[in-house]
């Protein structure tokens, strides 16, 4: 049955070739297995080993190994380097990777569109209102949903919240008309973007700086910690601070994967996700400050902070991408989201 259901999905080239290579990979280790009983969970993320879900995949990869006693082998594959934003999740539902951690953006268009809510500009005004939403009845909620796409969802990261940059300042909307400006594949995102007057450009994060390098987009939204680690500065030395959108990750895992462990084996890595996801969201907070000072002493790299009434203005404008979504999605979970937020 499960054969089955594997060959009836779409598969990329990719997927096919990395599909065949673990096969041939798992036949020759076999009997390696057979001796010495052992589980792999292969984690994969798009970002570089110095982010916080860098950080949070090279604690939970340390627990493991510490708690598990070599029972249980965690590997970490970053920057794109086993599957990419475009076909991660493919890969995950093929079993040809265990745990992945993807933007809630791209949920989205991998059949849950209840995660683009967090795409929503000017939706958090800050962190602790994001835990008020992840944490609460409504992340669990929106956690549960995955399954419908073949997905088991564990808990939530943050990253941060996204700033613009680009090759000037981007205070109002008329600054941003006629730009290309890069986002994920997401609808809100795009609605948000053309609202302003830019041209949303759907691209994968790991082609992101050479997009830019070349002039294929002209602008970025990111958190600062990605803008550093992944080199942005000689193409975008304008960033203006925003604030205007959260980004943040969901971490799941394959069911049949999970279902397959020992249950004592299940609540181990529960465990040991739970303590980096908290280890994770505490870096989160502090890379962002950092990046911040760094940004501060960086040659050639101008800072501008979006005033109340500029960020008030810049809210008005996207409006139009608040209102989709109503549409879209009805206003139930909207209101749900707004209610959490007003308890806190």
């Known amino acids: ?60 990869q340390a627990l493991v190994h510490e708690r598990a006693e070599g029972r249980i082998r965690v590997e970490v594959f970053p920057d794109s380097q086993l599957w ?14 265990e745990m992945l951690a ?40 929106l956690l549960q ?5 073949q997905m088991l969802g564990l808990g939530f990261l943050d990253n941060g ?20 400006v890069r986002v994920q594949a997401s609808r809100v995102l795009a609605a948000q973007m053309r609202a302003l007057g830019a041209r949303p450009v759907v691209l994968p994060f790991g082609e992101t700086q050479r997009a830019l390098a070349s002039g294929v987009v002209d602008a970025a939204e990111n958190p600062l910690s990605n803008y550093l680690t992944q080199g942005l500065a000689p193409w975008q030395p304008h960033v203006t601070l925003t604030q205007h ?4 990750y969901a971490v799941v895992s394959n069911p049949r994967f999970w279902a397959s462990l020992a249950p004592a084996d299940r609540a181990l890595l529960g465990s040991a996700l739970t303590d980096a996801l908290a280890h994770g969201n505490r870096l989160s907070a502090a890379l962002d400050k950092q ?30 991408a608040w209102d989709g979504l109503r549409r879209s999605l009805g ?14």
Do not use: C
Request: aromatic share 6%; charged share 20%.
């Open 145 to 149: 949903r995955l399954g419908r796409q």
């Open 1 to 60: 049955m499960v054969a089955a259901w594997i060959t009836a999905l779409p598969r990329s080239p990719r997927v096919l070739r990395r599909t065949a290579l673990g096969a041939l990979l798992g036949a020759a280790s076999g009997l390696a297995r057979a001796a010495k009983p052992a589980v792999l969970l292969r984690f994969s993320h798009v970002v570089a080993p110095d982010t916080p879900k860098g950080q949070m995949a090279l604690r939970f």
């Open 84 to 97: 990419g934003d475009d076909d991660e999740m493919e890969a995950l539902r093929l079993g040809a990777v």
């Open 102 to 141: 993807p933007s809630l953006s791209k949920f989205g268009n991998a059949g849950v569109p209840e995660f683009e809510v967090f795409d929503l500009p000017y939706l958090f005004a800050d962190l602790a209102q994001v835990r008020r939403v992840t944490q609460g009845a409504v992340g669990r909620g």
């Open 291 to 320: 990046a911040l000072a760094t940004l501060r002493r960086t040659p050639g790299v101008m800072l501008h902070q979006s005033g109340a009434a500029e960020r008030a203005v810049l809210r008005r404008a996207v409006q139009p």
């Open 161 to 180: 919240f996204k700033q613009m940059s680009a090759t000037r300042a981007l205070r109002t909307p008329a600054d941003f008309k006629g730009l290309r």
């Open 245 to 248: 959108g959260y980004l943040g």
């Open 331 to 344: 206003p139930k979970l909207l209101d749900e989201v707004q209610d959490a937020l007003a308890a806190g």
